[in-house]
Structures are given as C-alpha cells and as structure tokens.
C-alpha cells in the first residue's frame, strides 16, 4: 500500500471508535481565528497530540485540537490550528489532516487563514473570498505515486473554489452586511514574511494577497473530490506596501479584531451549506 495513504489510515483508525461522528463540513481555523471553535455545540475534542503519527501545530495561536460538533444543525469538525510546511512537516503530512477528514466523511472543506494585503484595495481588516490560488515554491502534495483511492494522477484545477459554495458566502456577507473582497491568494513557504522585491513579484503575476498555507490543502482535498471554498483574512500590507516591519503579533491583533464578524459570516455560511 502506498506509505502516504497508509499513515492517514492508521490516523483513522486510531480515532474512528473514538469519535462517532459524520461532519459534512470540514472547517480550517487560521492564525487569530482559533476561537471559533467556542462558537459550535461541541460534541467532542480530539488533540492532534492523542492521535497516531499525526503531524502537531507549533505555532501561537494554532491550539492543535479537532472539535466536532454543530453549527446550527449542520455538523462540523474544526480544526482549531493548522499544520504548516515551514514547522518542517513534509509536505504529505501538511495535508494529511484535509484527507483524514475527508475519511471521516466530510464533503466540502472550508479554508481560513490570515494574509497580507498586495492589492491596494485591500486593507487590514477586510476578508477576501479566495477564488483561485498560486503556489510558490510549495511542493506539491500530489508528487510520488499517486493514492488511487483517493483521486486521479492528473486532477483537474479550472475550479478549485467552488462556485456555489462561494455564491453562498457572496449572499451570507450581503445578508449580513458584511462587506468582503474577492481575489487570488498565493502561497509561500515561510516562516520568513516576504520581501518587497518578491511582493512585486506575486502582484505581477496576479496574486491579490499572500500567506503561508491553505493552497497545498486545496489542491489535496480537490484530488480528493470534496468541494472547497476560503476565507481570508487580510491582516497587515505586505512587505514594501507599510512603513513598518512585519510581525506575527500583528497579524494576531488583527485576526482577533476581525473575529467577531467572521464568525457571523462562517456561521451563516455553514448554515446555508446544511442546505445543499
């Protein structure tokens, strides 16, 4: 059996009696936006650290744990803190919590993060519905054999960011009041922030924002069949854009601000998604 596919079912074995529980949605919580997790009728917990071989998150603000349970009556498995390429995971474990949950039974993945603004029209504070993505110098986590039971050698990407799922957030934010950006977002390895010459660079080549994550899960759970849509939050201007240096505190303070209405926005999203 393939070694990558091998060790995300040891994962779900070690857990499967340990959670009786089908999400349909499959939720990624980014930096400053962990506290989610206290808005779902929790029916249960799960540390990544209890779970066989399964990759742990390293960073502040990323508290490790999956929760299950509803948003409304649609039911969840969140992932309170993610897994990052630059914590020195290959690039398979990166994007073994997106299959694991997929094997759970989740349908459709929901990806947040926190970036920096490259459009100009975009400022701290706004959220960008992501409608493609670019992946800079991220490995791709399709590379070695093929897991057939997962999905197809050459996956299709036209439409990584499906189109109902994102019509679905347009309206939630319109209802809401809540205003959101659209845009394309483009993955770097990290941890370093970028430098101005390469902020030029992505905005050359059509990116809208930028961050450290979420590309990588996208195109795992696209190989994989589930229907994607994203978030993000965008926290600071990218290096070159802002008279000041770049830190994660920023990006946090900002995450948090943001929090309250992200989460009326993914809770009236994830409500309509009940409904597909």
Same mark, same amino acid.
């Given at each position: 059996m393939n070694e990558v596919y091998s060790k995300v079912l040891k994962c779900y074995e070690s857990i499967k009696d340990r959670v009786p529980f089908k999400p349909k949605v499959a939720l990624v919580l980014g930096s400053g936006l962990g506290d989610y997790g206290n808005d779902i009728k929790v029916v249960?917990?799960?540390?990544? #650290?209890?779970?066989?071989?399964?990759?742990?998150?390293? *960073?502040?603000?990323? /508290?490790? @744990?999956?929760?299950?349970?509803?948003?409304?009556?649609?039911?969840?498995?969140?992932? @309170?803190?993610? *897994?990052? &390429? &630059? !914590?020195? &995971?290959?690039?398979?474990?990166?994007?073994?919590?997106?299959?694991?949950? /997929?094997?759970?039974?989740?349908?459709i993945l929901f990806l947040? #993060?926190?970036?920096? =603004?490259?459009?100009?029209?975009?400022?701290?504070?706004?959220?960008?519905?992501?409608?493609?993505?670019?992946? #800079?110098?991220?490995?791709?986590?399709?590379?070695?054999?093929n897991i057939e039971e997962l999905g197809?050698?050459?996956?299709?990407?036209?439409?990584? &960011?499906?189109?109902?799922?994102?019509?679905?957030?347009?309206?939630?934010?319109?209802?809401?009041?809540?205003?959101?950006? !659209?845009?394309?977002?483009?993955q770097t390895t990290g941890p370093s922030f970028e430098s101005p010459a390469e902020i030029r660079m992505f905005k050359a080549l059509g990116a809208d924002a930028v961050g450290m994550s979420t590309v990588v899960e996208a195109i795992a759970?696209?190989?994989?069949?589930?229907?994607?849509? =994203?978030?993000s939050c965008v926290c600071n201007l990218a290096a070159g854009l802002s008279p000041n240096p770049l830190t994660h505190d920023e990006v946090q303070a900002a995450a948090n601000a943001a929090a309250p209405l992200f989460k009326k926005l993914v809770t009236e999203s994830i409500s309509r998604f009940g409904k597909l």
């Open positions: 249960s917990s799960l540390p990544y #650290n209890e779970i066989a071989d399964f990759p742990v998150s390293t *960073v502040p603000g990323h /508290k490790g @744990q999956f929760i299950f349970g509803y948003v409304n009556d649609v039911p969840v498995v969140c992932m @309170q803190g993610r *897994v990052h &390429y &630059y !914590e020195g &995971y290959p690039v398979t474990d990166v994007v073994l919590p997106t299959r694991l949950m /997929k094997m759970m039974g989740a349908d947040t #993060n926190a970036s920096g =603004g490259i459009n100009l029209d975009l400022t701290a504070g706004d959220f960008m519905l992501i409608t493609d993505h670019i992946s #800079n110098f991220a490995p791709n986590p399709l590379i070695g054999q197809t050698r050459f996956p299709d990407m036209s439409k990584v &960011y499906d189109e109902e799922l994102c019509n679905i957030i347009r309206s939630s934010a319109s209802d809401l009041s809540i205003k959101i950006k !659209e845009g394309v977002y483009i759970a696209n190989h994989c069949g589930m229907r994607i849509c =994203g978030i």
